[in-house]
C-alpha cells in the first residue's frame, strides 16, 4: 500500500534529517482518473496527511496536520495570483511599465523604466534581492511596505543588468513591489486583497498574511497553540528554538503567509481544478519565461517549473529562519504535494521529490 510507504519513509525522514517536525500532504483532485503509472489515479480524490514529530521541541508538543507553519516565499504565489487576477479585471497589463502603476517609483540605475510587471514576476527585472528582513524588529502598520518600497535600500540599487536581457535573478524586493503594485490597483491593502479575494472563496480560514494577528509578539508562551515554533541548530548541532518568528509586514509579499497542509490542499486543489483563474490565464501563468539556472528549472509567472519522472510540476519553495517550505503540483496527474517542516533548511524539497518518486513508482 502506498500509505503504509509513505509513512514508513516520512518517518525515517524526520529522524534521518533530524527534523522536530515535518508535516505532509499529497492528493488528487476529486474525479481525477489520473494515470496507470500513479497510484492514486486509481481512487478518486485520495488524499494522504501525515504530521510527525514536534510542533515546539522544548514542550515536546506534538505536531498535528491543522498547526500552523511559516510558509515563507510560497507567499508569492498569492502574490503571482492576485497579480493574474487584476489582470483579467484589465486593470493590469503584464508587459505594462511597472512606473505606468507606481509613477513615483525609481532607481539610482535609470534602466529601472524599463521594468515591467511581468519581470517582476518572472524574477527577469534585474533586482538585487532583500539584505535584512528585520524579523528582530518587526512592522506591523499599513504603511510598512511602500516605506520599504521607498527606502534607500531600495531606491538607490542598481540592477544586475537589463530588464531586457531576459535573464532570471531571483529578488524578495521585486515582489515587495508587486505588493504595492496589488494595493495601489485594487485601492486596498495587499494583504486585505488576498483574503478577499483568495482565502475567502477557497475558504482557507486558517490562512493569513498579518500573522501579528495571530500573537506572536507577546512572548514564547503567549504564543497561540496552533502556532509552530521556529527552529533552528546551534554550534553544536542541537536543536533549539529561533530567537525571532519570522514577520514583518515590510516584507509581507515575499514571504508572510502563515497556514497548515489542510488549507494549502484547498489551494492546490483549485488550482488543479483551474478554479482561480480562467483556462486562457493558467496557459499564461505557466509558460516559461526564463531559464533558473542553478537547478534547470524555468521560472514562469510566480511558479517554478520542473520536470520529475517525465511529468511537468509547478510550484515554489520556502525558506526563513526556523522554516521550510514546498508546495507543487502536477496538473498532467491531478497532483498536488506540499511539505513542511518548523526548522531552518530542513530538505523540504528532497523529501517532496522522494514523495513523488514513491506516488509514481507503484
Given at each position: 500500500?502506498?500509505?503504509?510507504?509513505?509513512?514508513?519513509?516520512?518517518?525515517?525522514?524526520?529522524?534521518?534529517?533530524d527534523l522536530p517536525g515535518l508535516a505532509?500532504?499529497?492528493?488528487?483532485?476529486?474525479?481525477?482518473?489520473?494515470?496507470?503509472?500513479?497510484?492514486?489515479?486509481?481512487?478518486?480524490?485520495?488524499?494522504?496527511?501525515?504530521?510527525?514529530?514536534?510542533?515546539?521541541?522544548?514542550?515536546?508538543?506534538?505536531?498535528?496536520?491543522?498547526?500552523?507553519?511559516?510558509?515563507?516565499?510560497?507567499?508569492?504565489?498569492?502574490?503571482?495570483?492576485?497579480?493574474?487576477?487584476?489582470?483579467?479585471?484589465?486593470?493590469?497589463?503584464?508587459?505594462?511599465?511597472?512606473?505606468?502603476?507606481?509613477?513615483?517609483?525609481?532607481?539610482?540605475?535609470?534602466?529601472?523604466?524599463?521594468?515591467?510587471?511581468?519581470?517582476?514576476?518572472?524574477?527577469?527585472?534585474?533586482?538585487?534581492?532583500?539584505?535584512?528582513?528585520?524579523?528582530?524588529?518587526?512592522?506591523?502598520?499599513?504603511?510598512?511596505?511602500?516605506?520599504?518600497?521607498?527606502?534607500?535600500?531600495?531606491?538607490?540599487?542598481?540592477?544586475?543588468?537589463?530588464?531586457?536581457?531576459?535573464?532570471?535573478?531571483?529578488?524578495?524586493?521585486?515582489?515587495?513591489?508587486?505588493?504595492?503594485?496589488?494595493?495601489?490597483?485594487?485601492?486596498?491593502?495587499?494583504?486585505?486583497?488576498?483574503?478577499?479575494?483568495?482565502?475567502?472563496?477557497?475558504e482557507m480560514h486558517d490562512s493569513t498574511?498579518?500573522?501579528?494577528?495571530?500573537?506572536?509578539?507577546?512572548?514564547?508562551?503567549?504564543?497561540?497553540?496552533?502556532l509552530c515554533t521556529p527552529h533552528e541548530?546551534?554550534?553544536?548541532?542541537?536543536?533549539?528554538?529561533?530567537?525571532?518568528?519570522?514577520?514583518?509586514?515590510?516584507?509581507?509579499?515575499?514571504?508572510?503567509?502563515?497556514?497548515?497542509?489542510?488549507?494549502?490542499?484547498?489551494?492546490?486543489?483549485?488550482?488543479?481544478?483551474?478554479?482561480?483563474?480562467?483556462?486562457?490565464?493558467?496557459?499564461?501563468?505557466?509558460?516559461?519565461?526564463?531559464?533558473?539556472?542553478?537547478?534547470?528549472?524555468?521560472?514562469?509567472?510566480?511558479?517554478?517549473?520542473?520536470?520529475?519522472?517525465?511529468?511537468?510540476?509547478?510550484?515554489?519553495?520556502?525558506?526563513?529562519?526556523?522554516?521550510?517550505?514546498?508546495?507543487?503540483?502536477?496538473?498532467?496527474?491531478?497532483?498536488?504535494?506540499?511539505?513542511?517542516?518548523?526548522?531552518?533548511?530542513?530538505?523540504?524539497?528532497?523529501?517532496?521529490?522522494?514523495?513523488?518518486?514513491?506516488?509514481?513508482?507503484?
Open positions: 500500500m502506498i500509505k503504509d510507504k509513505l509513512d514508513d519513509f516520512l518517518e525515517k525522514a524526520l529522524i534521518n534529517y505532509v500532504s499529497a492528493g488528487t483532485i476529486s474525479g481525477s482518473t489520473g494515470s496507470p503509472s500513479c497510484s492514486f489515479g486509481e481512487t478518486a480524490g485520495f488524499t494522504y496527511r501525515k504530521a510527525l514529530g514536534y510542533k515546539d521541541l522544548v514542550t515536546k508538543a506534538p505536531l498535528l496536520p491543522e498547526h500552523i507553519f511559516h510558509m515563507a516565499s510560497v507567499t508569492k504565489l498569492f502574490v503571482g495570483t492576485s497579480i493574474l487576477l487584476l489582470r483579467e479585471k484589465g486593470l493590469i497589463d503584464l508587459d505594462g511599465a511597472l512606473t505606468d502603476y507606481l509613477p513615483w517609483f525609481q532607481l539610482k540605475d535609470d534602466r529601472y523604466r524599463l521594468i515591467t510587471i511581468r519581470h517582476l514576476l518572472s524574477h527577469t527585472a534585474g533586482l538585487t534581492d532583500v539584505q535584512d528582513y528585520h524579523w528582530d524588529k518587526p512592522e506591523t502598520d499599513e504603511g510598512a511596505l511602500e516605506r520599504y518600497v521607498r527606502s534607500r535600500e531600495v531606491l538607490e540599487s542598481s540592477l544586475l543588468w537589463s530588464p531586457s536581457d531576459g535573464k532570471f535573478s531571483y529578488s524578495n524586493i521585486g515582489y515587495e513591489i508587486l505588493g504595492v503594485v496589488i494595493a495601489t490597483v485594487s485601492g486596498m491593502p495587499f494583504e486585505e486583497y488576498v483574503r478577499e479575494n483568495i482565502f475567502r472563496p477557497l498574511l498579518l500573522t501579528y494577528e495571530r500573537g506572536i509578539y507577546e512572548g514564547e508562551q503567549a504564543w497561540p497553540s496552533n541548530k546551534d554550534e553544536q548541532k542541537n536543536i533549539v528554538r529561533s530567537k525571532h518568528f519570522p514577520y514583518n509586514r515590510a516584507h509581507g509579499p515575499s514571504s508572510t503567509l502563515t497556514s497548515n497542509v489542510t488549507d494549502l490542499e484547498k489551494w492546490g486543489l483549485a488550482h488543479l481544478g483551474k478554479k482561480v483563474l480562467k483556462k486562457e490565464t493558467y496557459d499564461l501563468a505557466w509558460t516559461p519565461q526564463a531559464l533558473v539556472p542553478n537547478n534547470g528549472e524555468q521560472i514562469c509567472l510566480g511558479w517554478f517549473c520542473r520536470e520529475q519522472n517525465g511529468f511537468t510540476l509547478f510550484g515554489h519553495e520556502g525558506t526563513d529562519d526556523g522554516f521550510r517550505a514546498s508546495f507543487w503540483i502536477c496538473p498532467e496527474r491531478s497532483l498536488y504535494l506540499i511539505v513542511c517542516s518548523n526548522i531552518s533548511n530542513a530538505p523540504v524539497k528532497k523529501i517532496s521529490k522522494q514523495v513523488f518518486d514513491l506516488i509514481c513508482s507503484e
